[in-house]
C-alpha cells in the first residue's frame, strides 16, 4: 500500500472511528454501570452477564473497545466466561453477509 493511497483512506477511517464511538458511547451511556452523576462507565463491578449483554448491542463496536480501549485483555474477558469474545464478532459479520436479500460485499466490488 502507497502512502497516497493511505492517504486517501484517512478520511473515511477518521468517519467510521467517530460513528463507532457515538454507538459505543450511546450504548454504554444506557447501561446499567453507567454513573451518570460522575459521569463514567464502573467495569469493575460488570458481571458476564452484564459484559454479553453489552456485546451483544453492537459487537462490531463493543468487542474492539473492551479488547483495546478498556484495556480487558482476552484473558480477562475469558475468565469472565467470553472466552471466545473474538468469535461473536465475526459471526455477526457473517450473518449480515449471508441475510436473505442482501448484497455480499465482494458483490459490489
Do not use: W
Not at 486517501?8 to 444506557?30: C, K
Not at 478498556?70 to 441475510?99: M, N, P, W
Amino acid at each position: 500500500m502507497s502512502y497516497n493511497s493511505l492517504e486517501g483512506d484517512i478520511p473515511e477511517l477518521y468517519g467510521e472511528l467517530d460513528e463507532m464511538t457515538r454507538r459505543i458511547a450511546e450504548i454504554l451511556t444506557d447501561s446499567s454501570l453507567y454513573n451518570a452523576g460522575a459521569q463514567d462507565v464502573d467495569f469493575g463491578k460488570a458481571t458476564s452477564e452484564d459484559l454479553v449483554e453489552l456485546i451483544g448491542k453492537d459487537p462490531e463496536a463493543i468487542v474492539p473497545f473492551f479488547v483495546m480501549i478498556t484495556r480487558l485483555s482476552h484473558r480477562e474477558l475469558k475468565r469472565r466466561g467470553l472466552g471466545r469474545v473474538y468469535l461473536l464478532r465475526r459471526v455477526r459479520d457473517r450473518e449480515a453477509i449471508c441475510r436473505p436479500g442482501k448484497e455480499s460485499p465482494s458483490a459490489s466490488a
